[in-house]
């Protein structure tokens, strides 16, 4: 039979290690048909096969985001703005939110994302008193980047009854002037505190954030994501009613929140891999610390600017511990947000367990970040067949803010990606999204050149190829949510889930590939994406 679609005259990366080299890759209905020469793949060509010539662009697997927050990423695209740059100080922020209070009726929140406070002229958190400013008319909470700390004025904190008395809650923490009255930062379960308020969207909002999220991914080439963190039933329903319409952009597994779904899917039967090749059920997991930005993520030595913390746990460690276990036992592929490295600690330490209690050969469970380890840490990930999944472009858009906090030696294994290469460790990358962009390339130049935005370089020792990288970008990802054998590489019989690059990525300057553009995004065999003025 003919192949319905061929590419052909590019540099074909199958992400296949020993693969002989490709130019060309023909498409039957879904999947690969065949990936070779020119000459080889235009054999397969009949009079209703489309061509897309590739002048020397690259083709590569679609890429597998590890770890982001689609639903989380669509909404953003409605709040204001707040990242750093393109604003530079805490009066910027406030003008925007400002500007956009000008606009809504009084009373309605306003929700801003993005800063990062090492980024602002200020070298501070925003408060109270800054949002004030903007606005007293309207509730207003100002994330800052990695979701962990907000900023809420002074109506946001009367709506969520946060005075001078209010107690810090467990898991999180209230910072106050030296009177004892809030400043309006607000740190991990604090910050629920007031997200609690915030009306929840509806699953028709739900649905459009995952679409227009699911556009920005197809932008910049990936075709899969992890979804990580379902927790409530209006979420599951905006994901399958898309599925069922066939209107979800982008292959997804869900992550659901162990707190929140556990014991629903185990009373169901349900567990890790129920679904199909477009949706389905991933890990279960959980939160144990917060983030190195916030100084809440859980460190074994105290944090050099904040000799007085070694960050937050979640909840009590033996809890957390017998939640994973449970997780386990349920059948579930287990994760969590692990941060610190004694939060890296206590998590190896419940996989220890859960697989003591009950073995399971294949379980390939996860370690969310993975940011900061230890010799032993990475020894121990290795013994197990634990899996990190590294936020690949935090060393880019973070690193000040990493090493005020930690110092250089303590950062020498964080995001290892040589090292858990070097070490048989499987590891898929991810950006977290919108904690940071959601671009793949600006992930693979991160890992490539290991450096920030500014051009500074930490800890080269850990750099790994381009081939390397798009393969932790590719087959990693798929690996890492059991689905290797049906895609993640450019081979006959995989999904047809592929990305053209507007150039030879072997052509471009590593600290150059962020600019490299996405020409096509191809998803199930149909061409989802094309960028304008692509030909």
Request: with cysteine; proline share 7%; glycine share 8%.
């Amino acid at each position: 039979m003919p192949a319905d679609l061929i590419l052909y005259g590019g540099q074909v990366l199958t992400a296949v290690p020993g693969a002989p080299p490709a130019s060309a890759v023909a498409i039957l209905q879904n999947r690969i048909l065949a990936v070779g020469t020119d000459d080889a793949v235009q054999a397969l060509a009949g009079a209703a096969t489309d061509l897309i010539p590739l002048r020397g662009r690259t083709v590569v697997p679609g890429f597998n985001d590890a770890h982001c927050h689609p639903i989380a990423l669509g909404l953003s695209l409605r709040e204001v703005d707040a990242r750093t740059p393109p604003n530079h100080s805490i009066v910027d922020i406030v003008r925007r939110i400002a500007e956009r209070a000008a606009t809504q009726p009084a009373g309605t929140w306003i929700i801003a994302r993005g800063y990062d406070q090492a980024h602002l002229t200020e070298q501070r958190h925003p408060t109270r008193d800054d949002l004030d400013q903007a606005t007293r008319e309207h509730p207003v909470l100002l994330i800052r980047a990695c979701g962990h700390i907000g900023v809420a004025n002074s109506r946001a904190l009367e709506l969520a009854g946060i005075g001078s008395g209010t107690p810090d809650p467990p898991g999180g923490t209230i910072d106050r002037a030296a009177d004892g009255t809030p400043t309006g930062v607000l740190r991990e379960a604090a910050l629920q505190l007031v997200r609690a308020k915030l009306p929840p969207p509806t699953v028709e909002e739900l649905a459009a954030a995952i679409r227009q999220a699911g556009r920005t991914f197809l932008e910049y080439g990936v075709t899969s994501v992890q979804e990580a963190g379902i927790g409530r039933a209006e979420e599951f329903l905006a994901y399958q009613t898309l599925a069922a319409r066939g209107e979800l952009p982008v292959r997804t597994t869900l992550m659901i929140l162990i707190d929140a779904l556990l014991e629903p899917c185990r009373e169901l039967g349900i567990r890790t891999g129920f679904g199909d090749a477009w949706l389905r059920i991933g890990p279960a997991k959980l939160f144990l610390d917060g983030s190195i930005g916030g100084r809440t993520a859980r460190m074994s030595q105290p944090y050099l600017d904040r000799p007085d913390t070694c960050g937050l746990w979640m909840d009590d460690p033996e809890v957390m511990k017998r939640k994973i276990v449970e997780a386990h036992r349920a059948g579930f592929q287990c994760c969590a947000h692990a941060i610190g490295d004694a939060a890296i600690e206590l998590l190896l330490d419940a996989f220890e367990e859960a697989l003591r209690l009950e073995p399971r050969l294949d379980h390939r469970h996860r370690i969310e970040h993975c940011s900061i380890l230890r010799p032993d840490l990475i020894d121990r990930i290795a013994r197990l067949g634990a899996i990190p999944i590294p936020g690949t472009t935090f060393l880019h858009d973070f690193q000040e803010v990493y090493l005020s906090g930690l110092g250089r030696e303590r950062l020498r294994y964080a995001y290892a990606l040589r090292t858990f290469l070097d070490r048989g460790i499987v590891a898929a990358a991810s950006t977290d999204t919108p904690v940071c962009s959601p671009s793949a390339m600006l992930g693979i130049q991160t890992m490539v050149t290991r450096r920030n935005a500014a051009g500074q370089v930490l800890w080269p020792e850990e750099c790994v190829t381009l081939d390397e990288a798009i393969r932790v970008y590719t087959v990693n990802g798929a690996y890492a949510s059991f689905e290797e054998r049906a895609k993640g590489t450019l081979e006959p019989g995989k999904l047809a889930d592929l990305a053209v690059l507007e150039t030879d990525l072997h052509s471009v300057a590593p600290e150059e590939l962020s600019t490299v553009r996405v020409d096509y995004t191809i998803v199930d065999g149909r061409v989802a994406y094309v960028r304008p003025g692509a030909a």
